[in-house]
């Protein structure tokens, strides 16, 4: 089991930013790469980014390059996500999640999941 929790959502004015965390139990973090999704109202759940097991490699989605950054700190079982110049489209619950397999985190399928936290960006 590798528990997942949240934090850094709000409410924020397009163009503001926010820093995400997901914080994580156990003492195998760097075994897991690491990624954060989100679903907006009536959508389905996207992929946002993710970073490798050291953080060797990372990989965005088109609609966040250049604007989100993800990162890990290994020694303290955290992956952030820095979120700048955001969008109305940008509202959504934020979820990061941990899968052993690099592809499998990117297919969307992740082992463990956090609860989420709301992020929402106001015109």
């Known amino acids: 089991q590798v528990p997942l929790v949240e934090s850094g959502g709000g409410l924020v004015q397009a163009g503001g930013s926010l820093r995400l965390s997901c914080a994580a139990s156990g003492r195998t973090f ?7 999704f989100r679903r907006a109202p009536r959508k389905e759940r996207e992929f946002v980014a993710a970073i490798s097991y050291t953080g060797e490699s990372t990989f965005y989605a088109d609609s966040v390059k250049g604007r989100f950054t993800i990162s890990r700190d290994n020694a303290k079982n955290t992956v952030y996500l820095q979120m700048n110049s955001l969008k109305p489209e940008d509202t959504a619950v934020y979820s990061c999640a941990a899968d052993p397999s690099w592809s499998g985190l990117l297919s969307g399928m992740g ?5 989420g936290t709301q992020v929402t960006v106001s015109s």
């Open 111 to 115: 082992d463990y999941w956090g609860q």
């Open 30 to 36: 760097s075994s897991y790469a690491m990624g954060w």
